[in-house]
Nanobody
Framework: QVQLVESGGGLVQAGGSLRLSCAASGRTVSSHAMGWFRQAPGAEREFVAAINWSGGSTSYADSVKGRFTVSRDNTQNTIYLQMNSLKPEDTAVYYC?????????????WGQGTQVTVSS
């Protein structure tokens, strides 16, 4: 079993930055791919970014490429999402995920989510 706890969300003005963190617990967490999804009000959950177990491979949604960076520290069992040049359309609840991550919106394990609000 893997447990995920997100932190770092908040309110920021457009053009600003935030860094989300996701602390993972579980015996084999460092062997899992991990990632981030988001869900805006009235919208379906969507893929944001993912990183493989070693951190050597990453993928991003087109909407965040060049602005967001996903990274992980396996010594701390933590992944991060650095979000720069934030836009109002980035406003959503951001969820950390781990395990068999699918861009379609599936993952084995989920965190509870952290709210990110970008004001214009």
């Amino acid at each position: 079993q893997v447990q995920l706890v997100e932190s770092g969300g908040g309110l920021v003005q457009a053009g600003g930055s935030l860094r989300l963190s996701c602390a993972a617990s579980g015996r084999t967490v460092s062997s899992h791919a991990m990632g981030w999804f988001r869900q805006a009000p009235g919208a379906e959950r969507e893929f944001v970014a993912a990183i493989n177990w070693s951190g050597g491979s990453t993928s991003y949604a087109d909407s965040v490429k060049g602005r967001f960076t996903v990274s992980r520290d396996n010594t701390q069992n933590t992944i991060y999402l650095q979000m720069n040049s934030l836009k109002p359309e980035d406003t959503a609840v951001y969820y950390c995920a781990a395990g068999a991550i699918r861009i379609s919106g599936d993952a084995t394990y989920w965190g509870q989510g952290t709210q990110v609000t970008v004001s214009s």
